[in-house]
């Protein structure tokens, strides 16, 4: 039987408790764990090899985000970030839609766009059908580049071509369309944009300048919804609360980027984590966000007939198994095998559904509360330990300074000199 994800007092444990957990979870092993407990699981010479004029590594916090239940599958997701309250706020949130069955996700395919861009063609409009008329052609031209592609079921599929008004004046611009399958595609995609291109300007007798991927990978999209009863995120007025703050953000473009951004906090923590290329997926999301020419929410919230909260997720999603730093870097592959995904499509769902818990956490924290106390508890332990508490007094300072909303660096050093005399 597999095991569940969902742990009450995860957070409590310490690192090396919690990582007992991930690691009966998910069946790494020991030199794993003590990789990642190492917090130095990338060598310099393989950083070396990754980047130019390399000269140490940064590491970020990784944490595991809880309670996950995707497709009736129960995942420990690992979430890389550098900020407070993201993990939690995930773990909390996912415990409440089991409540409602979970996430359920679904899927366009794998399919990336290349486009190569043809100027100072006399007849565009004719041109865009020589194209499409060797549509054959270039598919077949494309899917020699990259047999192995071809082999695991992957490879071009066709063809778009579009006729631009520029402020050059009028360019053709034909769209490949790549099924990556397991790869994020980027390589594939622009080799095969490269190879096609001498077929574009013999068809046009244009000038072909630009030959690559488009990281608006909107025939790659991804989607999660989950159903929250009313009383589980806390009642009627919650959830009123949290359609407003929805609606806020569908109304307004200067909120409707907070909102987005709280939901890549998500999904960009799990793509770092497992070494993906984390600035394709943020410029995918926003510009796919803005595609209608307005710039919307990337989530939608309603109410059920019952009255319970209902939020849905679509997001392109650009991620790879294989190749990139996936493939190379120890802890990527690692946190990816913590994941247990099969495929880079189960991957994107995972993403997306933590992106739909992220959102809903902050809307539900921003509608009520506010996200300060949150932040600040965290904050005020941070504070107590760089005053010098150790051990039980650090929570009884950090409560306490919370508590009378003073956190600060004095008033902790003065509360860890009470409490160690008394
Ligand atoms: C902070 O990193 C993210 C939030 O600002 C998101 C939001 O406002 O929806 C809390």
Redesign the pocket.
């Known amino acids: 039987m597999s095991k569940s994800s969902e742990i009450s007092g995860f957070y409590k444990l310490s690192p090396a408790d919690r990582l007992k957990i991930v690691k009966e979870f998910s069946g790494i092993s020991s030199e794993d764990a003590e990789l990642i407990q190492s917090m130095s699981g990338l060598k310099l010479e393989a950083a070396d090899r990754m980047i130019e004029n390399v000269i140490g590594a940064i590491p970020v916090p990784l944490g595991i985000a809880v309670n996950f239940l995707i497709n009736s599958r129960d995942y420990l997701i690992p979430m890389a970030i550098e ?1 407070p ?2 993990v939690a706020a995930a773990s909390n949130i996912a415990r409440m839609a089991r409540a409602g069955g979970g996430f359920h996700t679904s899927n366009t395919g794998p399919v990336m766009i290349g486009q190569i861009q043809a100027v100072g063609i006399v007849d565009p409009h004719a041109a865009r059908m020589r194209i499409l008329e060797a549509e054959d052609e270039i598919v077949a031209k494309a899917n020699e580049q990259d047999p192995m592609l071809v082999k695991v079921g992957g490879g071009a599929r066709g063809i778009e071509v579009k006729v631009l008004d520029s402020t050059v004046g009028p360019m053709v611009v034909t769209e490949l369309h790549v099924d990556c399958r397991d790869a994020m595609g980027a390589n594939a995609v622009n080799t095969m944009a490269e190879a096609v291109a001498p077929i574009i300007e013999r068809l046009t007798g244009g000038r072909v300048y630009l030959r690559i991927i488009s990281n608006l990978a909107s025939k790659r999209l991804v989607r999660s919804r989950a159903t929250f009863p009313k009383e589980t995120v806390g009642g009627e007025e919650v959830v009123e609360g949290i359609i407003n ?1 929805y609606a806020f ?1 569908a109304a307004d473009p200067y ?1 409707c980027a ?6 890549m ?1 998500g999904v960009t923590a799990v793509a770092l984590a497992t070494g993906q290329d984390t600035r394709a997926l943020e410029a995918g999301a926003h510009a796919y966000a803005a595609q209608s020419g307005r710039y919307v929410p990337l989530t939608t919230w309603e109410r059920n007939e019952g009255g319970d909260l209902v939020g849905t997720i679509e997001i392109p999603m650009a991620v790879g198994l294989i190749g990139g730093a996936t493939a190379v870097h120890p802890v990527a592959k690692i946190c990816t095998r913590i994941l247990g995904v099969k495929s880079a499509l189960e991957l994107g769902e995972v993403m997306v559904s933590v992106g739909l818990a ?2 809903l ?3 539900r ?2 509608s009520s509360e506010g ?1 300060q106390r949150g932040h600040m508890k965290l904050h005020a332990r941070n504070i107590a330990i760089s005053a010098g508490a150790v051990g039980e007094v650090v929570d009884k300072v950090a409560a306490k300074m919370v508590e009378e909303r003073k956190v600060r660096f004095d008033r902790a050093k003065e509360l860890v000199e009470e409490l160690s005399r008394s």
């Open positions: 900020e309250s993201v703050a953000a909120r907070t909102h987005n951004k709280g939901i906090n992220q959102n956490a902050a809307l924290a921003l996200i």
